[in-house]
């Protein structure tokens, strides 16, 4: 199939499925972004064929458009799609992390509107941070609205195939839902126990102290706060509902501590790790599916190439690599990802024959 691609903002998520549609025999990308600059470090970086001037000279070519913008700035330029040239046929998509809003926006366009939500991103935003392999093994949500034919839904799906996501199509609200549930309102949690620590200004080594747990917990409170008002005033209801659950948790919690009874305290923290350890998070997941290993690696010169060096040599694929953030004085944790247990397990038998680093699953 011939395609004519538009990817409306070129940050991080339109700038990866940029990369990923890149391996798309057929496919031609162009990309528009409102910050010039951005489109044109894209179209250098070679992610994009073709960098249109305005937006609506960009659209009238396209059979597929990806707005890949901030979920409130996606809801300005679907009202303004309505005034767009658009050719007969056309799929509008976006990869917002709210959905029922803009399905809502979509029962006023005359066109087929397939929300889209690839589960996978990260705290960084713009095009530099842009990865080709940042959609493999994630969830890519797909909630078409009542236009979208079998056919239309079959498409994109196609199209999408290239960034090796594991597509899912829901309803808007269940993934609203469900997404207030692991995504957005641990975003708050995140937010709010970066506010307590900045708080506790008569203890600012505390920031000092601050250790792997925290810093964990807290990672994606760096994400970019505009794309997070958006998430948080359009999913409000949802997000306000896990708050409610969570004071009370928390009351509940509190209680506990007040009681200071050894054994239910023990017993709190038991269930939650039964429950965390049974998450599906490094198996078949809600979210994410990859099989990671953690490797304790020393900070020395080299070592990626070393450790990637010896997986080559055996013929083990990874999809992914990154090290925790630790003090530069203490070891680093390397986190490769599998695609399956058993490139996992040997990943594990080689590091263990080859190196003297302790590897471990989480
Ligand atoms: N960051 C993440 O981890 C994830 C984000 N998402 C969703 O994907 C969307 C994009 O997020 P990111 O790529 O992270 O943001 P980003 O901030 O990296 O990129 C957004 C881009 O949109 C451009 N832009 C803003 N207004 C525009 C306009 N009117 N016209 C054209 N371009 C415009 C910006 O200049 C920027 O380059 C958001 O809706 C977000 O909720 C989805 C999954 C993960
Ligand atoms: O960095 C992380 O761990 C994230 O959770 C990134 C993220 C942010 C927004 C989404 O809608 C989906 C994923």
């Known amino acids: 199939m011939n395609v004519h691609v538009l990817i409306i903002g070129l940050g991080l998520i339109g700038g990866s499925l940029a990369k990923a549609l890149q391996r798309h025999p057929d496919a031609h990308i162009s990309g528009y972004d409102a910050d010039a600059l951005t489109a044109r470090k894209a179209y250098k970086m070679g ?9 609506e000279i960009a659209a009238k070519e396209a059979d597929v458009i990806i707005f890949a ?4 700035t996606t809801l300005k330029l679907m009202e303004q799609s309505k005034y767009w040239d658009l050719k007969n046929g056309v799929i509008l998509t976006d990869t917002g992390s709210t959905k029922k809003t803009i399905m809502e926006a979509a029962k006023n366009l005359d066109c087929t509107f397939i929300g889209g939500h690839p589960m996978a991103g ?14 493999e093994n994630a969830f890519y949500v797909l909630t078409p609205n009542d236009e979208a034919g079998a056919e239309q839904l079959a498409f994109l799906k196609e199209l999408l195939s290239v960034t090796k996501a594991k597509i899912e199509v829901l309803a808007a609200a269940d993934h ?14 995140a937010a709010s126990l970066v506010h307590q620590l900045a708080k506790e200004e008569d203890y600012p080594f505390a920031r000092q102290l601050a250790a792997g747990g925290f810093r964990d917990i807290t990672r994606i409170a760096s994400s970019n ?14 997000i306000v509902q896990q708050m409610d659950n969570w004071m009370a948790e928390m009351a509940e919690l509190r209680e506990l501590l007040v009681q200071n009874e050894e054994t239910a305290i023990q017993d709190y923290f038991q269930e939650a790790k039964s429950v965390r350890d049974e998450l599906p998070i490094a198996g078949h997941g809600a979210l ?16 990626l190439s070393e450790m990637t060096g010896y997986l080559a040599e055996e013929q083990i694929s990874i999809v992914n690599l990154r090290i925790i953030e630790t003090r530069e004085d203490v070891f680093g944790i390397l986190v490769i990802s599998f695609q399956t247990p058993e490139d996992r397990e040997k990943a594990r038998a080689c590091f263990n024959r080859r190196t003297s680093y302790d590897s471990y699953i989480s």
């Open 47 to 55: 992610i994009i064929h073709s960098s249109p001037p305005s937006v």
């Open 69 to 72: 913008t901030p979920v409130a």
């Open 122 to 135: 990260s705290h960084k935003s713009g095009v530099e941070a842009a990865k080709e392999v940042l959609f």
């Open 176 to 189: 609203d839902h469900m997404t207030a549930i692991v995504s957005h309102f641990p975003h708050l949690i």
């Open 225 to 238: 706060p505009e794309m997070w008002r958006d998430i948080t005033t359009q999913n409000n209801a949802m």
């Open 288 to 303: 994410y599916s990859a099989y990671d290993l953690y490797i304790d690696i020393p900070d020395i010169p080299g070592i």
